[in-house]
C-alpha cells in the first residue's frame, strides 16, 4: 500500500521517537554491580566487608566456599552511549552497555596503577532476562590466596 509523503514523515517520526524512548528506557535501567571474595576464611578484622544476602548465595550454590562477603558495590545505569568504568575496587572495574539488540555487554578490567584498564573478559547477556531478576555473574581465581575466588555478580538495582 503506497501512502502520501506527509504520511510516511509522520510515520517515520512516530517509529523514531519510539526508538528514542525504548533506548531512553533501557538508558534508564539501574543495575547493581557487587564484587564478592569466595572463601572458607573469616571476616577480616577491621574490614567493612558484609556478607552476601541470601537470594544471591543461592546463586553460588554449585561452588564450595563457607563464606561469601560482599568487598564492595556500585549502582550503574546500563545506556547505549559509550559507557564508563565503574571501579570496585583499586585492582577491578567494569563497564556497562545495552547494545540496542536486547543484550547488554558487561566487560570486566583489571586496573593497575599507572597502567590502562586492561580488558579480562567481556560477557553478554538478556537485558530482559535481568529486568526478571536473574543475574549475571563473573568469576576467576584469587590470584592472591590460593583456593580463593571472586565474583562480579551483576543484578538489577533495588
Known amino acids: 500500500m503506497l501512502t502520501s509523503p506527509r504520511r510516511q514523515s509522520h510515520l517515520a517520526g512516530w517509529l523514531l521517537a519510539l526508538v528514542f524512548a525504548a533506548s531512553t528506557w533501557a538508558g534508564d535501567l539501574n543495575v547493581r554491580a557487587q564484587l564478592v571474595w569466595g572463601t572458607d576464611q573469616k571476616k ?9 544476602d541470601t537470594k544471591s548465595r543461592e546463586k553460588l ?3 564450595k566456599w563457607q563464606n561469601y562477603w ?9 545506556g547505549t552511549r559509550k559507557p564508563s568504568l565503574v571501579n570496585l575496587s583499586e585492582k577491578c ?3 556497562l552497555r545495552d547494545l540496542g539488540n536486547g543484550l ?3 566487560r570486566l578490567y583489571e586496573l593497575k596503577a599507572g597502567s ?24 576467576g581465581d584469587d590470584k592472591a590466596v590460593w ?12
Open 44 to 52: 577480616p578484622k577491621g574490614s567493612e566487608y558484609i556478607a552476601l
Open 61 to 63: 550454590r554449585q561452588f
Open 70 to 78: 560482599v568487598v564492595n558495590q556500585a549502582v550503574s545505569q546500563i
Open 93 to 95: 572495574a567494569i563497564d
Open 104 to 106: 547488554a555487554e558487561i
Open 116 to 139: 590502562e584498564p586492561k580488558l579480562v573478559k567481556p560477557v553478554q547477556h538478556s537485558l530482559e532476562a535481568l529486568k526478571k531478576g536473574e543475574y549475571c555473574i563473573l568469576a
Open 147 to 158: 583456593d580463593d575466588a571472586w565474583f562480579v555478580i551483576v543484578t538489577i538495582a533495588p
